[in-house]
C-alpha cells in the first residue's frame, strides 16, 4: 500500500505506535544537531527539534506527502535528561529519577499543506529504585538509547510507580495529538 506519510525518524517505538493507529508511512530519518541551546527552556526545546527534524526531512523530500516528526524529552526539575553517553550517565539518570516525579515532554512537527505542531506533557513518577536494581536495569541495554535511561513500554515500567497523561508520550509520539494532526493534513484514522 501507499505510504500516507514521511516519518522523518528512525525510531523503532514511533514507527511501532504508528503501526498501532494502521498510519502506511515512509521512513526518512535525519540527522539534525539536538544540543540544547544555552538557557533554552525545555518545553521550547522539544519543539525546536521537532521541527526543525520536519524542515531538514521537507528539504531532503520536498513535501510531496505530509511529514512527521517528534522529539521526546525527560525533564526533572527543569533540566533536560536526554540519551545517556554512556553508563555513568544512564546510572546518574536513573539515580536521580528514583523516588521523584518529573515531566516528559513529547512535540509533534507535521508539515505538509500547513505546519502544525502539538506538544504532550505527561507527569511520571517513580518509585525509589535501589542500586542493585539501577546497575541490573542498565546492563539490559534498554535504557543505553532512551531520554531519561528508560523505556516505560519495556523492563522500566517496573519503576513507575503512577503515570498522568499520554503513555505513548512518554514512548516518544503522543497518538491522541498525532491523530489530530494528521487529520488537518486530511489523514483520517479508521475512516
Known amino acids: 500500500m501507499t505510504a500516507q506519510i514521511i516519518l522523518a525518524s528512525a525510531s523503532p517505538r514511533r514507527r511501532e505506535l504508528l503501526d498501532q493507529i494502521a498510519v502506511r508511512y515512509e521512513v526518512c530519518p535525519v540527522d539534525i544537531d539536538e544540543t540544547p541551546k544555552i538557557a533554552e527552556p525545555p518545553l521550547i526545546y522539544v519543539q525546536r527539534v521537532a521541527a526543525e527534524k520536519s524542515a531538514a526531512c521537507a528539504a531532503i523530500t520536498g513535501v510531496s506527502k505530509p511529514i512527521l516528526a517528534a522529539d521526546t524529552a525527560v525533564i526533572l526539575n527543569g533540566n533536560i535528561l536526554g540519551k545517556p553517553i554512556n553508563r555513568d550517565q544512564g546510572l546518574s539518570m ?98
Not at 505546519?115 to 513518577?125: G, K, M
Not at 517513580?126 to 536494581?133: G, I, T, W, Y
Not at 534498554?142 to 517496573?158: F, N, T
Open 94 to 191: 536513573l539515580r536521580q529519577l528514583s523516588g521523584t516525579t518529573h515531566h516528559v515532554f513529547s512535540a509533534i512537527s507535521v508539515r505538509g499543506s500547513q505546519h502544525e505542531e502539538a506538544v504532550s506533557i505527561t507527569e511520571v513518577s517513580f518509585r525509589k529504585l535501589s542500586e542493585a536494581e539501577i546497575a541490573a536495569y542498565w546492563e539490559t541495554g534498554e535504557p543505553d538509547d532512551k531520554a531519561g535511561a528508560y523505556a516505560i513500554q519495556g523492563l522500566g515500567s517496573i519503576f513507575v510507580k503512577t503515570i498522568t497523561g499520554s503513555f505513548s508520550g512518554v514512548m516518544g509520539l503522543p497518538l491522541y495529538e498525532t491523530a489530530e494532526l494528521l487529520a488537518k493534513q486530511g489523514i483520517e484514522i479508521l475512516r
